[in-house]
């Protein structure tokens, strides 16, 4: 009798399986009537066709094989127009990037996908719109949109697909592969668990194709870093040289030089606005790029990037304020204040465009190539990375990159939805095909191979006009997140790599490889620009092997968290608000001087008996503790 139902059990389970990635006949999509034929759930209509035929019928196909109706799925995109043509624009134009990218996901998963975009200032209220009315399209975007307490209890009421049961209706494909134990993003599904140890969405990745693995024999990091995103800070280069001023290796150096630039009116505009735009009181609450700490010299005092982050050593969660070299970085930011080089409440990282546009920025954390091609007016402008500067005797610097895994957004399935389709359009958003596409545009059109194995990408102005580029060229100008969410998977890339050291990287050929190019093609492309013997982002690779990789701690710009139970949401919103801009503050007024440093110990006391600020750190450790323990990592609250 167990026998019986143990095999009993294993049926119905498999029954259960097989039911949700079949499509029922109240929840078909439109065209997609291959599946509701194939379960039988039609034969009141058809009279059992299978059963009522003849001997003397013959129900072979001789002209092939049956033809399926395609899949079909509705996509809510996001229109966020910050790129050159909307989804509308480029099918009005008839764009051959998106036709053919309709013929591939036709062609290769028999899938059509329907995109419905809503411009980003109307999307939260839309969705909102769509749970209260119990009307979700097919897939969206969910998290970003939402706030976390409500996507928990939304997630738990059953109103999300769960992805293992997408998953399960395509076990061979492309995305399960992908989140496999030792598959290239096994990450994944750890990232994004509910606390019902479900998943229910899948956030966006945004892989670096090239990659730095700086473990050593005493830190196992968690992530891999971006080879070329590092935030330093770059100088003007042009004004030292003015001025007859060596490249600043001291943070005393460094101050001397602001000063001299601001003092003998380097920028000959009559104005002593010549300063370094280091983020001072700014804060996004520890989401953001370019905050009070993240600013490069933060870095050098070893501070974190922010409150409230993980440290990527190990997991555990750090503050900035609580850092050994605080003091002592807040007092040299109060400096840099009170001799007006530096001030408050501008700065941010991916402001530098406009930052150094006035021509008065004379230094600026950003990546060292980026800041190469930024457009200062000045002809002779020219930023430099600075060395890595150990600003406290035993403390080591900290450097910030950019995550190679990075998520601030993540997209979610209704449960009416055909899991056959969704299935199915997770292989394609996470496939090589959609990858090329995304990133090169037509093979043939835009690019080809070489005979060595790289591609070879036709220039505007050369082999294309700037109408072509735009036609069938590389879909940036139009496509994220309203064509497709972005989850740009760069594994796929012809450059991709990762390197164990940056000797090994140098020899490769890089930084210059990753950008499919030799360092004398990289000179010709680039000579418009200022800059001297070889790139900025190789000269800053030299000056970290020259103070020692292992003298460096490395930072990244995301916290691994998963979402918060319904108690830590309780606690996250009765402290987070009063915590973050307390601490803010506080901070702010060291570097301004309105409050000494030498009640910090009192203050912080303060956070911790009126602020939440023990029981804050804990819910935000125990979601990245979850995170840890799924990747076999250790958990830091046990």
Known sequence: MKKFLALLLALLMLL???SACATEPDDASEGNTADVDSAGDNDADTGNEAENQTDDEDTSNEDGPVEVDPLQLEYMGRESHQWTYTYEEAKQQNFETLAYYEELLLDKHNLVVTISPIDNEAYQTTLSGYLAANTLPDTFISQSMMEDAL?????LDGRFADIDDIVACSPDGTFASLIADGGKMSYLKAWSTAPDNHWYMVKNTDNGAVGLD????EIDYLVEFGMSNWYDVCIRRDW????????????????????????????????????????????????????VFSNGVAGWFGLHRDNFVMDTQDGRVVSAIEDPGYVAYVNYAHELYSNKVALIGEGMAYQHAVNAAGNYCSAHPQYPNTMMTVSTGDPDSEYEPMPIIQAIEGVKPHLLGQATVSSARAISFSPECDYNAAAEWLNWIFGEDLFMLWQYGIEGMAWEWNDDGTIFRYRVGEELTEEEEERYGDMWCYAPWCLFPQFNTAIYDVTAATYTSI??????????????????????QNSIYNWREISPQERLMNMMNEFGTDNILYDITVNFETLATEDEAKILDTYKSDLILYLNELTTSHITGQKSTDTLEEDLQYAYDNLGMQEYTDVIQARIDRYLVTLGREPILG
């Open 16 to 18: 259960a399986l097989f």
């Open 151 to 155: 996507l928990v209890n939304t997630m």
């Open 214 to 217: 700086m473990d050593n024999d």
């Open 240 to 291: 030292l040289d003015k001025l007859s001023l060596e490249m600043p290796t001291t943070v005393d150096e460094f101050k001397e030089a602001l000063i001299a630039f601001q003092t003998n009116d380097v920028n000959e505009n009559g104005a002593a606005d010549e300063r370094a735009f280091l983020g001072f009181g700014i804060n996004n609450e520890g989401n953001g790029i370019g905050t």
């Open 503 to 524: 000797d090994e990287a140098l020899e490769a050929g890089e930084p210059y490889r990753s950008g499919m190019t030799t360092f004398e093609e990289w000179k010709q």
